[in-house]
């Protein structure tokens, strides 16, 4: 860089720590990341960069810390409307006597779009810029996304039986194939298979999605081994465990993105660290429903690629990530019986490299890196909740809150401003919210 010619930029800012996430573990003080379109160019201290660029905005964040928009690697959703619906109970009375009845009876495109409209409301509030989405109707959660300009890797459902969004099988690939197509080219969203689980889909769907996943380098995005009945359940009809049937079909592949895994073996977690897997966990989700613990440290020591997500909002019930990690990194030590697990700058990567590495993003978001595309967080850190200050990774997995998260950018577009949703009608959506709120009260 020529620091005789100024460089004009759109937007530089400054901010009283930055952590890029890679270099693992690095936390900057006082730099400043410079963006010009969608993307990072440069990540420098603030003097230079007041003498390198000038940009046509400037945001200072003098009590803030930067980090990559928060990842949430796996998601329902649309499921916010269902919030605290079936508490308490579990998870196939959960979903056989509550869930699935009332989605058969409210689940169409107004639905999908107000419950993802609400979810993109309260991930902006919490620094998450992507999601790992798996649902139904997935034109209309495109659509949705793509009007408030967020980040997600939309999923191509299929299961064995009918639903509001197809009746057949071959609707299901006929559907997903014309999702598919129609979201090339798109800056923000992108496609994943979205296969239920094994105890829902066939084999001949999931050859199927095997061929298709290769032909269109896609991932695969599964709940898997989410429970220990599940897998009892499956040696007991198969006589294969769900994760030796994936094997089985050629599934355990860079592409699989495997959610849950609390019931594993050390072979099993062996397997997914030589063929890349990526494992997502979700600990507040799997508590709740009193799943099992995935053994994360573990994979994490095996060198699996480890991401977290929340689950849907049904079940967990908030799409809070700043929770997510505190709780992941606290129980990853309580499973390990070891303090130093699953610490605070890995619980970091996980919350955000890691969730884009999962879903073929890893090249584009997840760190503060020139050339990576704009999506920053900024968490305020001066509070009296805050202090003292010793150790800023520390503090942002173990004593921060999502309402400390002022602003946030999407490909470089502002999002949130000092707390403020850009862009988005509240009063109206809550509106909406509470209709739906009353009508499946009612059911």
Known sequence: MN??????????????????????????????VAVEDSAIVALLPIDEARKVFVPKETVRLEKHALIPGLVNAHTHNPMT??????????????LEEHIWPVEGKVMGPEFIRDGVELAIAEMLRGGTTCANENYFFPDAIAATYKRHGFRAVVGLPVIEFPSPWAKTRD?????????????????????????????????????????????????????LHETLHEVEDAKRDTGLRPFQRLQKMGL???????????????????????????????????MKLASGFCPAEQFRAAGV??????????????????????????????????ADAFDAPFALRAATLNGAKAM??????????????ADLAAIRLDELESHPLYNIPSQLVYATGRHQVSDVWIAGSRKLSD???????????????????ERIAAI
Request: aromatic share 4%.
């Open 3 to 32: 620091p005789s010619a100024p460089q004009k930029v759109d937007l530089l800012i400054e901010a009283r720590w930055v952590i890029p996430v890679e270099p693992h573990g690095v936390v900057l003080e006082r730099h400043a």
């Open 81 to 94: 409307l269902l919030r605290g619906l079936a508490d308490d109970l579990p998870l196939m009375t959960w």
């Open 171 to 223: 609707e299901y690939f006929e559907r997903a194939l014309t999702v598919h197509d129609a979201l090339r080219g798109e800056t923000l969203l992108s496609t994943a298979f979205v296969p239920h689980a094994p105890y829902t889909v066939s084999d001949d769907s999931f050859e199927r999605i095997h061929v298709l996943s290769d032909q269109l380098d896609i991932p695969v995005h599964l709940h």
């Open 252 to 286: 355990v592949n860079d592409r699989l993105i495997a959610v849950h895994m609390t019931a594993v073996t050390d072979a099993e977690i062996a397997a997914c660290a030589e063929a890349s897997v990526s494992v997502v966990h979700c600990p507040e989700s799997n």
């Open 305 to 338: 690629n480890l991401a977290l997500g929340t689950d849907g909002c049904a079940s967990n019930n908030d799409l809070d990530m700043i929770g997510e990690m505190r709780t992941a990194a606290q129980l990853a030590k309580a499973v390990a019986r070891k």
């Open 360 to 373: 073929g993003l890893g090249e584009s978001i997840g760190s503060i890196e020139p050339g990576k595309q």
């Open 419 to 437: 707390r403020v949703l850009v862009g988005m009608d509240i009063p109206d959506l809550l509106g909406r919210v509470g209709s739906w709120r």
